[in-house]
């Protein structure tokens, strides 16, 4: 079986699936942003919340002058939760092009990041950059080392960031996963060789038993794609990796293929993601070769299809899940799909969707083309406000970038309440963390656990404090004055 789609260095936005006209069922759902191109065009990559409260992302494209890039090279952004957008920096080529991941904000508070392309040698970098827009390109990448990164980084435990790259490294063109240094060093931890995978587009994770797992959308033992159907893998901080799974180990590729989407860690101890293409279709004529699937797998465990994507006639639940899953503080999972949904046109632009952890799928809402069209591969962020934020890589109401337009930032809220989240979400007793949140000012009382830790409320959104002493792995819970505001996970 080939793959309906192959991963390429350009960042083309396909267009895929029509479906035809049906009435849509909304959320509570609000454009906070629409691109037009000199502000940004094609945020290819999801939000992060800083420690100031504000939103923080990267557009693909776009920015001043357009002409760099043959359209811009990308910028990067900050948008408070009501819409206002500031471009912090745009890229020029030498300090990087194309943006496509997430950003992250380390614990020293600067943000980092990666660029597709451009850079000293044409393959991408690693960039920093302060929450005041003082960009440093912290390294080049030079294909031996890997080329073309296109998912963000993660801060693990250690403090040092871990990112991959879909092509370059020493085997040819399969791809790397590297660690570099909050100042800048660099180094490769594994050269994929195709049959432990290859072309790993997302970003890794670190789950609770201190390893870091990612997917491969390319490569792994099945024969039924052309150059693989893509892995589940896992590899230690010092770059031991092992294969978890083998996408398409059948014919019919039920299990799904192309996980071209990172994995999220849930509260059970299970992972979850998504595969692009495969899983059993109730469309066929739509989907011939699959729309795409959500799993699960425990480490160590078997893989669970949960979720086959256009179950439904006409895709009306969403087709081809090119981001990952977060798990929000209901407990449910949500996700966004490129294509499928309910519209009033002749053609269908995307959905959100929520999963229970054990597979009832229920669409939240369905991207009408003013509203926001195809996100992807962003994910969704659930902000300590209790509402959900993300990207669409086009639609709005400027259609200077394309027909479709240049992209938009939204907001969906369904009614979940505040929560604070810490930065890092691990550490010794003693050590320093930082409480992210909403209407913090006149807290009380902080408590790891059950455990009061002193403390210091810096801002409406941030506190500092210490883990104290006799603390234990729970729940962090901050008392306001609005009232008792809990940890979205355990630290």
């Not at 990041?113 to 850079?119: A, K, R």
């Not at 994507?309 to 899953?325: M, V």
């Not at 979940?416 to 979400?425: D, G, I, S």
């Amino acid at each position: 079986m080939d793959k309906a789609c192959c991963w390429k260095r350009s960042c083309v936005v396909p267009l895929l699936c029509a479906a035809a006209v049906i009435a849509s069922h909304a959320q509570t759902f609000t454009t906070l942003v629409k691109f037009n191109g000199t502000n940004g065009a094609n945020p290819f990559a999801g939000l992060v919340q800083g420690t100031d409260g504000s939103l923080y992302g990267t557009t693909n494209s776009g920015g001043t002058p357009l002409t760099n890039c043959g359209g811009g090279c990308g910028t990067i952004f900050k948008v408070t939760r009501a819409g206002v957008l500031t471009t912090l920096h745009t890229f020029t080529g030498p300090d990087g092009s194309g943006p496509a991941g997430a950003l992250i904000q380390a614990t020293n508070g600067s943000f980092y990041g990666t660029t597709g392309s451009g850079g000293a040698n044409g393959y991408g970098t690693v960039f920093k950059i302060t929450p005041a827009g003082t960009l440093t390109t912290l390294h080049s990448f030079d294909s031996t080392d890997g080329a073309n990164p296109y998912a963000g980084l993660v801060q693990a435990a250690n403090g040092i960031l871990y990112g991959t790259t879909p092509y370059g490294g020493a085997n040819g063109d399969w791809g790397t996963i590297f660690r570099i240094t909050p100042s800048g060093t660099m180094t490769t931890l594994h050269n994929f060789a195709g049959p432990d995978g290859a072309n790993p587009s997302a970003g890794l994770i670190q789950a609770s038993n201190g390893s870091l797992y990612g997917t491969t959308g390319n490569g792994g033992t099945s024969n039924n794609c052309a150059g693989g159907c893509g892995t589940i893998f896992q590899i230690t901080p010092t770059g031991t990796l092992t294969t978890l799974h083998n996408f398409c180990s059948q014919t019919t590729c039920t299990d799904g293929y192309w996980p071209i989407a990172g994995l999220v860690q849930a509260t059970n101890g299970s992972l979850y993601g998504t595969t692009a293409y495969g899983g059993i279709s109730g469309d066929p004529a739509l989907c011939q070769s699959g729309c795409g699937t959500i799993f699960r797998i425990a480490p160590g465990d078997t893989l669970t299809t949960l979720y086959s994507l256009c179950a439904e006639i006409n895709c009306t639940d969403g087709a081809y899940p090119f981001s990952g899953l977060i798990q929000a503080t209901d407990r449910n999972l949500y996700g966004t799909t490129f294509s499928g949904g309910v519209t009033g046109s002749s053609y269908t632009y995307g959905t959100i969707f929520k999963i229970t952890p054990n597979g009832t799928l229920t669409v939240l809402h369905s991207f009408d083309g003013t509203d926001g069209a195809f996100p992807t591969p962003a994910g969704l962020l659930q902000a300590t406000d209790g509402n959900f934020y993300g990207t669409t890589s086009q639609g709005g109401a400027d259609n200077s970038c394309t027909m479709d337009g240049c992209g938009t930032i939204f907001k969906l809220s369904v009614g979940l309440r505040p929560f604070v989240k810490t930065l890092p979400t691990s550490g010794g007793v003693g050590s320093t963390v930082k409480i992210l949140g909403s209407d913090l000012v006149g807290a009380t009382n902080v408590t790891f656990n059950g455990t009061a830790a002193a403390f210091t409320v810096l801002s409406p959104s941030l506190i500092t404090t210490t883990v104290p002493t006799g603390a234990t792995t729970g729940t962090v819970q901050v008392v306001t004055p609005g009232g008792t505001l809990s940890s979205n996970v355990a630290f």
